[in-house]
């Protein structure tokens, strides 16, 4: 039998659209732009617009609230907000691994249940409520299972099953999860076996941590401020010809004052540049798999697939708000300035910051929007796929797609099937569509809707129509070939197919579990040990 390809699936994290220099970033992108340029450039991939709702759509094929995570990692009480991945699903590992795979993860997993992680002491990793890659079908895993941590000095670290404990004076998250990676896959290469790689970096997810010599290399970079910044990412998708066409870029946002009014400039250029810095140093290890891939004989039968869990995160972190669930420690007792603090300048290990909804404004450019919304500032990510024996380069594809859609691409690809039972557990039956058509240059178009709900923001892409709405408002009606920034509002005067699209929403989301946002939160307080007020 013909040795089955290798898989590789990179995710990034809380990366926006703009943020790569093939999509019209001045950060140096060169790998990513590369396989993007050798390999196929996907502009219209749907992410769930969060990480852990992501996350589980991917790796199960089913949306977030059929997986089991309709939120996030807390448990609400139904079947869609447990928190886990449930018992009826199967993970991209437990299908492949019964089809020969060495089935390998490194990086985050955040699909395991709630963590507090200055409550590490008290973690039941492994539990029911709990499970780990490991028990999910991956032979082997490096990384971290809640959703995001200190780039130099990890609060909580799992090889395969033991915690880590001791980093190096130069230890660096990013690097450690691709020597990691680099690693498993010698050692399958050297089992003969074929592999799939679940390469789930944490990179750019605050905190805003990089090395110095990168945070260097854009230094004065964005002195200009994201007015100026922004406008020059759109300039330069519009002369790369990224879309099909050049549509109009969404205003600044309305809660972003002019750069010209901001009065820490050099504070708030810095985030930039260190954000830029994790990115770019994301890229370079990137190369590094890459090069271990040629060495080992590898790359040209392997399957590539890179894009982002959500688009760019608006989330501030103030002193009492995200910041006081982490640790204010590090690893080796030295005290972290915690928040986003004009006085303090972002980067090293003594600090914890994020770059805030201005920044995250232009990693989103030209759309509206954030990470938590469905509106495609917050949804959109671009995908590369890249496969030197599978896929011929060629122009960008512009048809929309869905992370749903990855788990039934990489079973055609791998020639196995869909499991209907694991663990003695019948599985739902998926949810996408193989995305191998489009990929090798057939005509392909999604037949199925794609749908949306996070935190009452919701969605239903059909066509070339879709119908979004922030929590609490009402439905906008968008022509997506017309007017992707979404600017022009058709609400009102698309008759019999509005009110289908209305429909086939409501129809989707009782059959998924979605609950009205405004019951939900109340559970998800009560769950965190919080009020209403303090909500």
Known sequence: M?????????????L??????????????????????????????????????TRASLLTGLYPHQAGIGHMGA?????????????????????????????????????????????????????????????????RFYGIVDGVTHFFSPHYVLDDDTRVTDFADDFYFTEAIT???????EEAVADEVPFFLYLAHTAPHWPLHAPPEDIARYDGTYAKGWDATRTARHEEMNALDLFQRSWQIAPRDDQVHPWEAEQHTDWEARKMATYAAMVDRMDQSIGRFIEALKRLGQYEDTLILFLSDNGGCAEFM??????????????????????????????????YQSYDKPWANVSNAPFRLFKHYVHEGGVSTPMIAHWPNGLKPGA?????AHVVDI???????????????????????????????????????RDAPIFFEHEGNAAIRAGRFKLVRRHGTPWELYDMEADRTELNNLAGRGGRH??????????????????????????????????????
């Open 75 to 139: 448990d609400l009480g139904t079947p869609a907000y447990r928190g886990f991945l449930r018992d009826d699903s199967a993970t991209i590992a437990e299908h492949l691994r019964t089809a020969g795979y060495r089935t390998l993860m490194s990086g985050k997993w955040h699909v395991g249940g709630d963590f507090m992680a200055r409550e590490v002491d008290s973690w039941q990793v492994g539990a029911p409520q709990h499970p780990t890659p490991r028990q999910r079908g991956f032979d």
């Open 396 to 400: 960008n594809l512009h048809e929309p």
């Open 179 to 185: 020597d990691k990676a680099i690693g498993m896959v």
């Open 498 to 535: 509005e009110a289908d699209l209305i429909a086939h929403y409501q129809d989707w989301a009782d059959r998924v579990g979605v609950l009205d946002w405004d019951q939900a939160l109340p559970r998800l307080l009560t769950a965190w040990g919080l009020t209403n007020a303090e909500g």
């Open 407 to 445: 788990l039934p691409t990489l079973l055609e690809v791998a020639g196995a099937d869909y499991q209907t039972e694991v663990r003695g557990t019948p599985i739902q039956p998926g949810e996408g569509e193989s995305l191998l058509p489009l990929l090798t240059g057939q005509d392909w178009s």
């Open 2 to 14: 013909t040795r089955r390809p290798n898989i590789v699936v990179i995710l990034a994290d809380d």
């Open 318 to 351: 103030a002193e009492d708000g995200w910041a006081k669930f982490f640790p204010d420690q590090t690893h080796d007792g030295r005290c972290i300035t915690m928040g986003n603090r004009p006085d303090v300048m972002p980067g090293d290990a003594l600090t």
């Open 16 to 53: 926006g659209f703009a943020d790569l220099g093939c999509t019209g970033s001045e950060i140096r992108t060169p790998v990513l732009d590369g396989l993007a340029r050798e390999g196929r450039l996907m502009t219209q991939m749907y992410n769930c617009a969060r990480c852990c709702p």
